[in-house]
């Protein structure tokens, strides 16, 4: 029988693992979910409350299906690295006022490298003395405050502190509010949500390094521990090259870009980055062609435009007098029923194992000494190895090779691996919000994944969503660990590609609904597209990387003739 009655002052959370927590309404989650700390191998840093992302200051005031957010998943760890890096900033502030802090590109080994603008570099005992006073904060345990505040108090307090890409980023902005975050009388920006307070983040370290230094922080399959810092000097050489372009383009964050846009540089931007680009592509042709390279192997990740950068090298290539001939990688595939499978169970395709390696060397042996060779075929269909085109190399003809496993040594015969010319393309670093707010390489691949996949095979942004964390763990598997193993980076980043690519994902994240796992993940990328103008598509040329994924290309179809 339904009668009136008084609101209960407890509410219920409803976790994963069927178990339900309640307590006063009004209640923290983060306060909730203190009861089930030692349920999670990682840290909690927030949590997914109906579907929604939220800080762990959250109140809970209605009855609520709540998953922990951990440091070992996507979210958990962006959430840690935005908060560390917000530590890092206002430490600095506090002993260095009269300096500039600029979080500049990730490292493999996990950390942000930086540099400090306005004065010199920092000594290694100031880094020493910086580091000392962050884990100090991180003892004290001050809160982060969240606070939305009008835009124009906003502006007038980057105004005073002479923030001039901040003041750029926020000229553009069309929302009336600002949320910033405060720590010690300090605030600032940061484009994402935060941990509570500095006792969350115990796991960081301060190292010098090549003019600045590199802020490092725990990887998500190890959260609690810090890897040791790998070298990456052909890496660090792409990062400063790319900071080389974005000075020629007098582009330095994202605002700037948004204020060339409105101002009609337009058509300068494009032209100029494209002309870079191919700048590069041609300088690598050249090195090929001056090393007589008979094998020519081109690895990278999904989504780096890898297809486009290959065809714009044999296209210099042809003009040097040189004709690759393309050996496809997926035709050497072994049987289907032989494959190795990962550990759910599923085909493993990605693997190395799932190539036929000996039939792989016999085969470039056999070319390479000027043999005829009945290459293989592999049917997609039936999943079986079957004969295909016979070839016969001519003289002095190189290979060209491109996969994920490009530079993985055990790929080609050793006779030839020394003689080898490897490139890796992926979009390596990428056009910053401002100093301190990073755009992530690994969302601007996503977001041109989501493009393509919708324009050529019909996928929503949903689907693409949710098969991209399979994606990512055979990139790091297969593909990141053999990075320095290439003779020279190509990054495949244009400054100027997210403004294009914002009218065509926009829509296609919108279309995910509230209900799906993907929806979050939508809704992060609908934010980080709104800080940028569009810029038009008909602007970019038919050549460009970025047609790979919008369409138009007029490389789609190119073919080196094999006759």
Not at 145 to 156: F, G, H, K, S, T
Not at 491 to 503: C, H
């Amino acid at each position: 029988m339904i009668q009136t009655t008084q609101p209960n002052p407890n509410v219920e959370i409803h976790l994963p693992n069927s178990r339900t927590l309640t307590g006063p309404r009004g209640t923290a989650v983060g306060e909730f979910l203190e009861q089930v700390r030692a349920d999670y191998s990682a840290p909690i840093v927030a949590a997914i409350i109906n579907n929604e992302i939220h800080e762990l200051t959250y109140p809970i005031n209605i009855e609520s299906n709540c998953i922990p957010v951990t440091m070992d998943s996507a979210d958990g760890a962006r959430i840690y690295r935005r908060s560390i890096v917000f530590l890092l900033e206002m430490a600095f502030a506090q002993l260095f006022p009269k300096g500039l802090l600029n979080i500049d590109h990730s490292v493999s080994s996990g950390g942000f490298y930086c540099e400090v603008k306005g004065r010199d570099e920092l000594t290694e005992s100031e880094l020493n003395s910086l580091e000392a006073h962050m884990r100090k904060l991180v003892e004290e345990d001050h809160p982060f405050e969240r606070r939305e505040i009008p835009i124009q108090d906003a502006v007038d307090y980057f105004t005073r502190k002479e923030f001039e890409d901040k003041l750029r980023l926020l000229k553009h902005r069309h929302k009336e509010y600002l949320t910033l975050y405060f720590l010690n009388g300090q605030m600032d920006y940061m484009h994402g949500y935060m941990v509570p307070t500095t006792r969350y983040l115990k796991w960081f370290g301060l190292k010098k390094v090549n003019g600045g230094f590199i802020m490092q922080y725990p990887r998500r399959h190890a959260p609690t521990q810090l890897e040791p810092l790998g070298d990456y000097p052909k890496l660090l050489r792409t990062f400063r090259q790319y900071g080389d372009w974005l000075e020629t383009l007098r582009i330095d964050s994202v605002g700037a870009l948004n204020d060339a846009i409105e101002s009609g540089r337009a058509d300068e931007i494009v032209l100029v980055s494209e002309a870079l680009h191919e700048q590069h592509i041609a300088d690598i042709a050249q090195q090929i062609a001056e090393r007589n390279s008979r094998i020519i192997l081109i690895a990278g990740p999904s989504s780096s435009g890898k297809t486009t950068s290959s065809r714009r090298l044999a296209v210099q290539l042809l003009a040097r007098g040189v004709s690759p001939y393309p050996l496809e990688l997926d035709h050497y595939f072994i049987d289907r029923d032989q494959t190795p499978r990962d550990e759910a169970g599923n085909h493993d395709f990605e693997a190395l194992g799932a190539l036929n390696l000996m039939r792989l060397a016999e085969d470039i042996e056999a070319l390479l000494s000027g043999e005829k060779v009945q290459l293989p075929r592999y049917n997609f269909m039936t999943g079986r190895s079957e004969d295909g085109d016979i070839v016969q190399l001519k003289d002095g003809q190189p290979l060209i090779l491109e996969g994920i496993h490009g530079l993985n040594p055990r790929l080609i015969p050793d006779r030839w691996a020394a003689s080898a010319f490897r490139l890796y393309v992926s979009a390596l670093t990428q056009l910053n919000l401002d100093r301190h707010n990073r755009v992530s390489t690994t969302d601007t691949r996503l977001i041109r994944r989501i493009v393509r996949d919708a324009r050529e095979r019909g996928y929503s942004a949903q689907a693409t969503i949710s098969r991209w964390e399979s994606v990512r763990r055979g990139e790091k598997r297969h593909i990141f660990p053999y990075q320095e193993n290439a003779d020279v980076m190509f990054n495949s980043a244009l400054v100027y590609e997210l403004a294009v690519l914002k009218s065509l994902a926009e829509p296609l994240l919108r279309q995910v609904p509230h209900n799906a796992p993907e929806y979050i993940e939508a809704r992060r990328l609908l934010a980080f597209l709104e800080w940028f103008l569009p810029l038009d598509v008909n602007l970019i040329p038919a050549n460009s990387i970025v047609r790979e994924f919008i369409g138009g290309s007029s490389l789609k179809d190119f073919k080196i003739w094999r006759g």
